[in-house]
């Protein structure tokens, strides 16, 4: 009924435009039954419930949470009358929690129902658009909320362990083993299982089995050889990544691996190195994705063909991620700092935590570039003789409330490392450019004590620290056919079981979407300040890191009482608007 009377759950997807002035996502007119909002200049979520029984007939519910603008959110509103409670929920995340004093249950006087305004006639009109508007005759629990929120894509047989093969070596094409359940083989004579009953295993020969007792492998053929299944429960719009584990036959050629989805290549050609002995698997997570479709092919391919080359797979995911921050450091013209300040261009920042000022550690005010000819737009900061570290981090740990299953993160960033300097001579090619993640501090150094650190020095050379023990030191260029000068596309995949100093974290490295580096922290990560540094020791003036593009995402939203406000700024359309929520392509 859209008039209840007891306990009510209104629900609805909302991409805000602008919170210039308050906006109805539904409401009873005349605030005959229920109402609900988000208020002017705040964008905070408001909602009213008619007793009846008052002066005015009616209580109201500040959250103290406002709707992000620019993106689609998931909002739901809960009236319990068990507990006598109103909740408000963000992104399926309990936000707000509000007492009814005076409330015993809802009466409708009999207005009629209005979406995207106060009434037919248009009053205090949603700006932007709205999907899936709902509502419940009960109050839904925070569990049940949080699951229809995610609406989670689901792997089918994700590590490989509903099937017993037989047969030796292990193929699907093997008498008596059959398909892998709920995965398709391009080469059946060519996949399979390891290892069967009785433990024979002749393709996973080496390390640990990261899920249960069984992994799939995909062997090389004439032609290219995957395993593929259509995984269903994506909501169009929302953001996800792949993550999985992998590993290759010892002692033969790597395979070459790619993984799509949908048809999209979310992980490009990478060679799998055996990890040896007991070793853990390599962990690897995709680009970050949006989708059109609720139903999308997950494909792992084998491209090697001709070699026996061999990857093994298990533990395969697909995660929703939200963005926490980002900062394109877009201004109207040069600014000395790169802190918000009425020089931001609209979008500048954005994500959960949009609005956080920086941590600065460096000789000159970090500048963010505007108008400047040789890279409008982009963060500079400045290195000399007598500060040569310099560094930028968003004053945040990024630890969230880690669930069982553990907290996936991703790090995007563009940089030019030690692009251009002020002084006489030349530019030296060993001064570098970093990030460093999973920190205790803001200004970490790259090889600090805690955290993992990875620079990128201007002559294409890399190292990546794990603490303070040297993980890799390499050459992208020689490695991997990278090319050397102007911006590198970073990205960082790294999975954390717990912000407990002991868990070790996995990490996955990638520049230009080449992964060059899979691992396994020694020890546990205790924070997350994420850190943006450089290096130069110039004899005179200064030398310049450029960095743009900023983004940091994970798979679950801030805690509430992190949350901090922020307003993209688009305009989007005046009024409201039905529209599907739409793909958002990557930059």
């Known amino acids: 009924s859209l008039s209840p009377t007891g306990s009510i759950t209104l629900w609805a997807w909302v991409n805000v435009a602008s919170v210039a002035t308050t906006g109805n996502i539904l409401a009873k007119e005349s605030n005959s039954a229920y109402r609900w909002r988000y208020n002017s200049g705040s964008g905070e979520l408001w909602a009213l419930l008619n007793d009846g029984a008052d002066s ?65 006639s248009g009053g205090e009109a949603f700006n932007g658009n709205l999907d899936e508007v709902a509502i419940f005759n009960q109050a839904l629990s925070e569990s049940q909320i949080a699951q229809l929120a995610a609406a989670k894509p689901m792997v089918l047989n994700p590590s490989f362990e509903q099937d017993t093969f037989t047969t030796y070596p292990g193929y699907i094409s ?32 080496n390390g640990t089995i990261p899920d249960g007792s069984q992994v799939a492998f995909i062997q090389r053929d004439a032609n290219t050889s995957s395993l593929s299944q259509t995984v269903i429960g994506f909501r169009p719009g929302q953001s996800y990544i792949v993550t999985y584990r992998e590993n290759s036959r010892g002692a033969t050629s790597a395979p070459d691996v790619s993984v799509s989805l949908g048809g999209q290549t979310v992980v490009d050609h990478h060679n799998v190195a055996a990890v040896g002995g007991s070793n853990p698997y390599h962990y690897v997570g995709s680009a970050v994705f949006n989708t059109s479709s609720a139903a999308n092919e997950l494909m792992f391919t084998n491209h090697n063909t001709t070699a026996d080359a061999t990857v093994l797979l298990d533990d395969v995911g697909i995660h929703r991620v939200f963005l926490h921050f980002s900062d394109n450091f877009s201004v109207q013209s040069q600014s000395q700092t790169i802190n918000p300040s009425a020089n931001d261009q609209p979008g500048r920042r954005g994500g959960f935590l949009g609005g956080l000022p920086y941590v600065e550690n460096g000789p000159l005010p970090q500048q963010t570039q505007g108008d400047h000819p040789s890279d409008p737009g982009a963060l500079f900061i400045a290195s000399n003789l007598s500060h040569p570290y310099v560094s930028v981090s968003p004053d945040h740990s990024f630890t969230n409330s880690v669930g069982p299953d553990g907290e996936h993160y991703v790090i995007e960033y563009r940089v030019n490392p030690a692009n251009h300097f002020t002084g006489t001579g030349t530019l030296n090619d060993n001064w570098w450019s970093s990030v460093v993640f999973g920190s205790t501090s803001p200004t970490s150094y790259v090889n600090t004590s805690d955290g993992v650190g990875f620079l990128i020095r201007r002559n294409g050379r890399y190292r990546i620290f794990d603490r303070t023990a040297e993980e890799a030191d390499g050459d992208l260029a020689g490695e991997f056919g990278i090319a050397t000068g102007g911006y590198y596309d970073v990205r960082i995949n790294y999975f954390v079981p717990g912000f407990d100093g002991a868990s070790p974290a996995s990490v996955a490295i990638f520049v230009d979407d080449i992964l060059i580096r899979s691992f396994q922290t020694d020890s546990g990560l205790s924070g997350n300040f994420i850190t943006l540094a450089g290096y130069g020791n110039p004899s005179n003036g200064y030398v310049y890191h450029h960095f743009d593009d900023f983004n940091i995402y994970a798979t679950t939203i801030p805690e509430p009482g992190t949350v901090v406000l922020f307003s993209l700024g688009g305009v989007g359309l005046v009024g409201c608007g039905w529209r599907r929520r739409k793909r958002r392509e990557r930059s």
């Open 56 to 120: 005015p007939p009616h209580e109201t519910f500040y959250s103290g949470v406002g709707v992000p603008t620019g993106v689609w959110h998931h909002t739901a509103l809960t009236a319990d009358f068990g507990d006598s409670k109103v909740r408000f929920y963000l992104d399926g995340a309990l936000v707000s929690t509000k007492d009814m004093t005076q409330t015993a249950s809802i009466q409708d006087t009999g207005g009629p129902l209005t979406i995207g305004a106060y009434s037919g």
């Open 174 to 205: 093997g008498a008596g083993n059959g398909p892998i359940s709920g995965w398709t083989a391009s080469q059946p004579g060519h996949a399979g299982i390891n290892p069967i009953s009785g433990g024979s295993s002749p393709f996973a020969d």
